[in-house]
T-cell receptor, first 116, second 114 residues
Framework: GAVVSQHPSRVICKSGTSVKIECRSL??????MFWYRQFPKQSLMLMAT?????????EQGVEKDKFLINHASLTLSTLTVTSAHPEDSSFYIC????????????FGSGTQLSVL | QKEVEQNSGPLSVPEGAIASLNCTYS??????FFWYRQYSGKSPELIMS????GDKEDGRFTAQLNKASQYVSLLIRDSQPSDSATYLC??????????????FGQGTELSVKP
């Protein structure tokens, strides 16, 4: 199956700093990538839909100025958590949809963010 | 009402038994349904997809869909301890590769006891 690479896998940062998470589709082109957040024992909550070359579409309640998404190419999307606070600590997962595939999503390995 | 609902569990079954996982969804126009397995600290992996009413079998897994009842289930036959994980039901209301987004249920934790 298609491979989606997500980095870093784990990051610990101080409150107030910004953290960038990268999501790359390694062997296919992804016009659409999705960013999810998952708190312990809870489901994946969709944060935003990222389309190559256009602005991301954010879900209700997600602050677009805090969670900056850039999808500059067909193989790379980034999520930047700006001025992170302890309540932003969570498991962040990206997923990508193939350009010509069915609507199957391929998930990255996730990033565990811990804000001290 | 949540868009996709699952019992959080935990569901405990003995090794070799059939595990039955259930999911209901609220949007009648939903057309695509998926079951993902997620191990602790890992990202989800796709197990089954189903698009039309009825049963779909793949190895030890059977997905069942009833659009009239807005219900989708996953059966795991001959359950193994390695099947112990959280199973996520996901629903997409668009078919094909354009548009749509996956909405996940909260997941059902399955524990298979040796």
């Amino acid at each position: 199956g298609a491979v989606v690479s997500q980095h870093p896998s784990r990051v610990i940062c101080k409150s107030g700093t910004s953290v960038k998470i990268e999501c790359r589709s390694l062997d296919f082109q992804a016009t659409t990538m999705f960013w999810y957040r998952q708190f312990p024992k809870q489901s994946l909550m969709l944060m935003a839909t990222s389309n190559e070359g256009s602005k991301a579409t954010y879900e209700q309640g997600v602050e677009k100025d805090k969670f900056l998404i850039n999808h500059a190419s067909l193989t790379l999307s980034t999520l930047t958590v700006t001025s992170a606070h302890p309540e932003d600590s969570s498991f962040y997962i990206c997923s990508a949809r193939e350009v010509e595939g069915y609507e199957k999503l391929f998930f990255g390995s996730g990033t565990q963010l811990s804000v001290l | 009402q949540k868009e996709v609902e699952q019992n959080s569990g935990p569901l405990s079954v003995p090794e070799g038994a059939i595990a039955s996982l259930n999911c209901t969804y609220s949007d009648r126009v939903s057309q695509s349904f998926f079951w993902y397995r997620q191990y602790s600290g890992k990202s989800p992996e796709l197990i089954m997809s189903i698009y039309s009413n009825g049963d779909k079998e793949d190895g030890r897994f059977t997905a069942q869909l009833n659009k009239a009842s807005q219900y989708v289930s996953l059966l795991i036959r001959d359950s193994q301890p390695s099947d112990s994980a959280t199973y996520l039901c996901a629903v997409n209301n668009h078919r094909g590769n354009q548009g749509g987004k996956l909405i996940f249920g909260q997941g059902t934790e399955l524990s298979v006891k040796p």
